[in-house]
Structures are given as C-alpha cells and as structure tokens.
C-alpha cells in the first residue's frame, strides 16, 4: 500500500480562520501528546502539516496549518497555553485573512539535511519536451548527460554520508528514494546482493505516463540515465540501464535492466578532453 505525501505549501480555506503554527518540542516520548491534548482542549483543527524529530536531535518541531474558526481564544490563546508546557521550548505563529495561506515559516527546505527544490512532475515534464522541441534527436544526449550527472551527484551525496559499504549493502532501501521523492513507486527485483544484472520496476514514472498520455512512443530517457548515474556511483563501477519494458509501449509497468558496461564507452568529458588535446 502506498500513501500521497502532501508538502504543506498552502492552505484553502474559504471563509474559515486559518493560522499557522511552529512549535519547537523537546524531542522525548509523551510530547506530542501533551500537544495534542492542548489543540484538542482549544478546539483547534489541525489541517496539513509535519513532524521533524531526527533520532540524533534533542529538539523537534511539529508544524501544521489549523483552523482556528471554532477556538474562543484563537492563536493568541493557543500559543499562551502551549508555552505553559514543560515540554515546550518556543511557538511561533501567524494568522491569515481570507482563508488563504501559504507557508512562510520554513526555509530552506531539505531533505537528509542538503537544500532541496520541489518540482511539479507537469514543470519537469514540461522541461523535457523543451529540449526534444528545440534540439530533436539531440535532446536525447543533453537529457542522458544532464539525469547521469544527477545521479551520480546523488551517489556521491549518499556515499558521503553512509559509506560506499553502506550504500551498496542498503541498496534495495536506497532505490526506494526515487519512491519518496515522488519520481516513481519503484521496486527492485533482486535483493541483498550486488549481483547484476538487477531489475528495477518504475511504476507510475512520471516521465513514461506524461508521453503515454500524449501517445509518445519514447521512453524514458532522464530516469533510464539518472538511474544509471546512481547505480554506477554507487557500486563504483560503470552499468547500464536499458528499459526493457514500458508504459509508452503498453506495457503494465517500466522496467529498467541495470547490467554491468560490456565496453566501458568513453564519456563526454573524456571526449572533450581527448579532443582539446587534439586541437
Ligand atoms: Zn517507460
């Protein structure tokens, strides 16, 4: 079973009282509770929000949008009772005219502690086609070159902060942040061990469903290299990855094959290099 995972951007709600609130908790068992116990106490309805407490932290934050149309005391009240809480290190709040409010409590944004943007999978898409619009079969290169360097950039990261050991022993976990981030419900075929070929199920990829849903019958080529940029970063080695079955060809499901390179094809940097050294 997967879940929807809803970024608190905004809030719409017409005529209700909305507030937004950040409360700084210490991170230890019972604290939400008590929380809990007062939005519930203030008749305060809570909409949208998140709950940031990493194991190696000694503060949390539980930040939410509310609706406060039906609290006698409203957000000064609120924030006044949640300060009286011994687990409470600080609140922080604002409140909204016209039932409408966007999140302007948190920056940056991130994720495992690096900046990160969010994207529309429609904007990202939209990217694509640009390139295929304006450099026809010639996007396919740019498109490879620029998912591969993402990739290995994000093996890099991983890498970094885990270990090559780690990250190659926890590779079927660290397949499933393409899931997490919203790229595709993506499942790996074979597990704990680093035998290839493996095979890697996309489904719902966003790049495959937008060019079946216009009758493009091209496959995926940011996801095919982004994975190839990860996998071969990961493992130290170069792989490649052919999508072996796919959305755009009426297939249930995308798939991606990643294999250990028969010829290590030289990439374009050595190219570039080889011919500078020419010129
Ligand atoms: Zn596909």
């Given at each position: 079973m997967?879940?929807?995972?809803?970024?608190?951007?905004?809030e719409h709600a017409p005529g209700r009282r909305l507030v937004e609130v950040v409360v700084k908790i210490r991170n230890e068992k019972g604290a939400l509770a008590k929380c809990s116990q007062v939005l519930n106490d203030s008749n305060v309805n809570i909409l949208t929000g998140f709950f940031t407490a990493p194991s190696s932290s000694r503060g949390a934050f539980l930040s939410f949008f509310a609706d406060v149309t039906d609290s006698e005391?409203?957000?000064?009240?609120?924030?006044?009772?949640?300060?009286?809480?011994?687990?409470?290190?600080?609140?922080d709040g604002v409140a909204a005219e016209?039932?409408?409010m966007v999140d302007r409590q948190h920056f940056p944004v991130q994720?495992?502690?690096?900046?990160?943007?969010?994207?529309?999978?429609?904007?990202l898409n939209e990217m694509l086609n640009r390139l295929w619009a304006v450099?026809?079969?010639?996007?396919?290169?740019?498109?490879?070159?620029?998912?591969?360097?993402?990739?290995?950039?994000?093996?890099?990261?991983?890498?970094?902060?885990?270990?090559?050991?780690?990250a190659v022993d926890q590779i079927d976990e660290l397949i499933a942040t393409y899931s997490a981030l919203g790229y595709a419900d993506v499942s790996i075929e074979k597990s704990k061990s680093s035998?290839?070929?493996?095979?890697?199920?996309?489904?719902?990829?966003?790049?495959c469903e937008a060019n079946a849903k216009l009758k493009f019958r091209r496959r995926?080529?940011?996801?095919?290299?982004?994975?190839?940029?990860?996998?071969?970063?990961?493992?130290?080695?170069?792989?490649e990855v052919?999508?072996?079955?796919?959305?755009?060809?009426?297939?249930?499901?995308?798939?991606?094959?990643?294999?250990?390179?028969?010829?290590?094809?030289?990439?374009?940097?050595s190219r570039l290099a080889e011919r500078g050294a020419r010129a």
């Open positions: 997967r879940y929807p995972k809803e970024i608190e951007v905004w005391g409203g957000l000064t009240e609120l924030k006044k009772t949640l300060q009286g809480l011994d687990v409470i290190e600080s609140v016209g039932g409408f994720w495992a502690g690096r900046k990160a943007v969010v994207m529309r999978t429609e904007a450099f026809g079969t010639g996007a396919a290169t740019i498109i490879d070159q620029m998912a591969e360097a993402m990739g290995r950039h994000s093996a890099r990261e991983v890498v970094e902060d885990f270990g090559k050991r780690f035998d290839f070929p493996i095979v890697v199920n996309a489904r719902e990829l966003f790049e995926s080529g940011f996801f095919r290299a982004h994975l190839r940029g990860f996998m071969s970063g990961i493992f130290g080695k170069p792989l052919s999508e072996v079955q796919c959305l755009t060809e009426g297939d249930e499901v995308c798939s991606f094959r990643v294999a250990l390179s028969e010829a290590a094809v030289p990439s374009v940097t």
